[in-house]
């Protein structure tokens, strides 16, 4: 445990030193069986130690010392329907969380996985820590391994930390590559 603790700890240095997650925002869990691993609330993934992360079982009881992320039962209910994945990387990374503050949707592009549908999927927005946000993201969630959050940021999931933060990364550069797309298509031609 006290080795995937450090994982968790790892990625969520990168995740924060890469740009995906600023200020206190971002979360980040792995799954051990029927206990969670998941990072603090009110806390920066820039600088954790390993007693902040948080060990709780899979109805959300802590099992350790801390609080929780508010997000802890919206990685919980995604764990609770896919038993293939182990590891959620939430993030609200700038490019990707502008697409799910606008009209447009992300376009899933070539470079991570088989593309099993055109855009990535998308619920509408709940209120951040609620229920009804845990119970639509897991739903909406279904076999896919990318889920924008309408107004909020993306969720990540993975059978490995690791996957699921290069996924978060690759969502993220997807987004950069259409912002562009659609910057060059509206500029003006001055040929
Ligand atoms: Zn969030």
Redesign the pocket.
Known sequence: MKKNIAEIIDVSNEVYDKGLVSGK?GNISARFGDVVAITPTLKSLSNLCEEDIVLVDMEGNVLTKGKPSS?VFMHLEIYKKRSDVQAIV?T?SPYATGFAFSNKKLKRLEGFGAIKQEYLSYIEYKK?GSDELAKSASEGIGDEDVLILKN??VICVSDSLKEAMLLAVFVEETAKTQFVTYMLNSAEDND
């Open positions: 925002s997000e939430h609200h951040p909020h940021g």
